[in-house]
């Protein structure tokens, strides 16, 4: 049974919630303070961890932070103002997905189903086809691990999927509507910015300059694509 912990101060979405996703078969633990978080995530392991935005003590864009620190689990932030900035700027600390209230909780269930396939998918696969080698990147779907030049880094899950694409088809130009398709399921605007948040994370933890870049070209107007020596 899958995990879930919330953190909402909003005791009547967190009630429903637990309640809903109890219902489609998640263990869920309902907190409302940060610090009571921490605590826990510094002790037991969950799959997946649900923040809003607005909360006690610090937001929710703060306790991000401070879980990335402790923790790569697939985080969903919770917005009640939606506005592009705030959006953009979760998923440059490292959050997987987004969701802005008022929302159905049908699609907080989907939501969750599908970052934890993903994870699955990238994490239990054991075969030939599981490392993937290219450029001086090895990445490893078995271990969900990644190195470059024989030096480890971190990937969130979305970065991880996402370097995953790139590394599966070196040289193909890919539209941002594509990307987004792939990491989503669903297609987004062209207004969005959270694919290019989301590959200017990815060439951080590369340490790939967009300006000279070994691994990721922007291709102007179109996307991205992955450079193979």
Do not use: C, W
Not at 75 to 92: F, Q, S
Request: zero cysteines; aromatic letters at 6%.
């Amino acid at each position: 049974m899958e995990k879930v912990v919330i953190v909402d101060d909003d005791e009547k979405m967190s009630a429903l919630l637990v309640r809903y996703l109890g219902e489609f078969g998640f263990e869920v633990v309902s907190m409302s303070r940060p610090s009571e978080a921490l605590a826990l995530l510094g002790q037991s392991r969950f799959d997946i961890a649900i923040l809003d935005v607005m909360l006690p003590e610090m937001d929710g864009f703060e306790l991000l932070k401070k879980i990335r620190e402790i923790d790569d689990l697939p985080i969903i932030m919770l917005t009640a103002r939606g506005e592009l900035p705030d959006r953009v700027l979760g998923l440059e600390l490292g959050s997987d997905d987004y969701i802005q209230k008022p929302f159905e909780p049908r699609e907080l269930v989907a939501r969750i189903r599908a970052i934890l396939r993903r994870r699955k998918a990238n994490g239990d696969v054991v075969s030939d086809s599981s490392v993937i080698k290219v450029a001086g990147i090895v990445l490893n779907r078995a271990t969900f691990s990644v190195t470059v030049d024989g030096v480890p880094i971190e990937l969130t899950t979305s970065e991880f999927q996402l370097l995953d694409i790139f590394l599966s088809s070196p040289r193909i130009v890919f539209p941002r509507e594509v990307l987004m398709d792939k990491l989503r399921g669903s297609s987004i605007g062209a207004f969005d910015r959270s694919i290019d948040v989301l590959v200017s994370r990815l060439r951080t933890q590369l340490q790939d300059d967009s300006r000279n870049p070994r691994f990721i070209k922007t291709i102007h107007g179109i996307g991205y694509v992955f450079m193979a020596e």
